[in-house]
């Protein structure tokens, strides 16, 4: 088989367009895991074996509870794989409306998972999150966001317990990656690394690297200003 990707630009995975061309037939994949659980990686390597793949929508509609049908299954049409808000909330609607799809259902230990949603999303509200969990920021509401993270792991293990061959279960953040997934999708394990999202660190890790960035540069500005300041001052005093 051809090589299925691939460069990476601007963090992005691209495939080949041999890869876009064969998946015409494609059966439809949907992550059904909640966010940070690995959905980002789950959207890297699937678009690395060449599936366009659509991710979050409807965030910021207070009127998710009564759109997010309608939205998905125009999306639904366009797209080959799905992951991410609020995809895995309407996974037994996706599975009646589309028969024979794939189902992937990322996992994480809950203690590393509350505590990525809560440094990630803290007290920053959504609508999308007050609809899945009842309130809207998971920071002060941890066993809320615990409990119905559980219950939504617990139902979807139950809706597929007779369907192994519709549902995998998958756990990124503890070493799974291109061997399961590419057994279940039947596709040939790509010759790049599995591309693990935000490997090296937490979101608070990366959240602080970009700040020093951002720190680094606008000082480096701030020094050119004073720099070319200098050089006018100078100048000007033998002008006058």
């Known amino acids: 088989m051809k090589d299925q990707i691939i460069k990476r630009k601007e963090n992005k995975w691209w495939p080949s367009e041999d890869f876009i061309k064969g998946l015409t037939n494609e059966k439809k994949v949907f992550g059904i895991g909640f966010p940070k659980t690995g959905t980002s ?36 049409e366009k797209y080959d794989a799905f992951e991410d808000n609020p995809w895995c ?19 994480r230990p809950k203690e590393k998972w509350i505590k990525s949603q809560v440094d990630h999303f803290g007290t920053t509200t959504r609508p999308i999150r007050e609809w899945i969990y009842g309130v809207g920021y998971p920071k002060g509401n941890e066993d809320i966001y615990i409990a119905r993270y559980e219950r939504h792991n617990k139902e979807v293990l139950e ?44 979101v608070v890790s990366i959240w602080k690297r970009r700040k020093r960035r951002r720190v680094i540069k606008k000082s480096l ?10 050089i006018v001052l100078y100048w000007m005093q033998f002008i006058l």
């Not at 040939?188 to 591309?195: C, L």
């Open 89 to 107: 909330v309407i996974f037994k609607e996706l599975d009646e409306k589309y028969p024979g799809s794939k189902f992937i259902l990322t996992l």
């Open 159 to 202: 809706h597929f317990k007779d369907r192994p061959d519709d549902l995998l279960v998958l756990r990124l953040t503890e070493g799974e990656g291109w061997e399961k997934l590419c057994q279940f999708l039947h596709k040939d394990i790509p010759n790049t690394e599995f591309p693990h999202a935000n490997k090296g660190g937490d």
């Open 41 to 76: 990686s789950l959207k890297n390597a699937l678009t690395i074996l060449g599936y366009k793949v659509k991710g979050p929508f409807g965030t910021k509609d207070p009127n998710i509870n009564r759109n997010v049908y309608k939205m998905a299954f125009r999306l639904v």
């Open 221 to 230: 500005v701030v020094l050119a200003g004073l720099l070319l300041l200098g």
